[in-house]
């Protein structure tokens, strides 16, 4: 496999390392609640689409309807979720944010950004240029990601699961 694919000056392996460090960062960020990295996602999640179903959560969030519907209950008894009848379907309940889950969400986007702020003005005035003219680029590629209708990315479960093969 080649980390330039089609454009030689588009080193893809590289951009792939920093997004993951720039990731690793933001995730450990600390927070003043003590919440998991699943349910910082599933509350992230909640915030960026909106209510959903729980069968819509559980192939968002890669998990299984067990798990889901175990942390969903959890979060829901700590006042950070919570359930409500979808308009569209009255037999349906769609899962929410309460206010509290909302500000949770808020108050690290906040750190986020005041941290990426930090960083930035440490950088030099044509590195940030450089940064700010492909912040659009990657917004596409972004949203390109989101509307694919084939997966870009093999899920976990189909790039580590061993399958020894059969005897003949």
Same mark, same amino acid.
């Given at each position: ?65 067990? %798990? $889901?519907?175990?942390? /969903?209950?959890? &979060?829901?008894?700590?006042?950070? !979720?919570? #359930?409500? @009848? ?43 240029? %450089? $940064?700010?003219?492909? /912040?659009?680029? &990657?917004?596409?590629?972004?949203? !390109?990601? #989101?509307? @694919? ?20």
């Amino acid at each position: 496999m080649t980390d330039h694919l089609s454009d030689p000056d588009l080193n893809v392996g590289d951009l792939t390392t920093i997004i993951e460090e720039f990731t690793t960062i933001f995730i450990r960020l600390p927070s003043v609640e003590r919440l998991s990295f699943t349910t910082l996602s599933v509350l992230h999640t909640l915030s960026r689409k909106g209510p959903m179903r729980l069968t819509e959560l559980t192939a968002t969030e890669q998990m299984t309807q067990p %798990a $889901i519907t175990q942390m /969903v209950k959890r &979060l829901e008894s700590d006042g950070l !979720l919570e #359930r409500r @009848a979808d308009p569209r379907d009255a037999r349906a309940v769609l899962i929410q944010l309460t206010s509290r889950g909302a500000q949770i969400i808020e108050a690290r986007r906040a750190a986020r950004v005041q941290q990426l702020a930090s960083l930035l003005d440490r950088l030099p005035p044509e590195e940030r240029r %450089a $940064i700010a003219s492909a /912040v659009p680029a &990657l917004a596409h590629a972004i949203e !390109l990601g #989101r509307t @694919a209708e084939l997966p870009l990315y093999p899920r976990p479960s189909e790039v580590y699961t061993h399958h020894p093969q059969e005897k003949e």
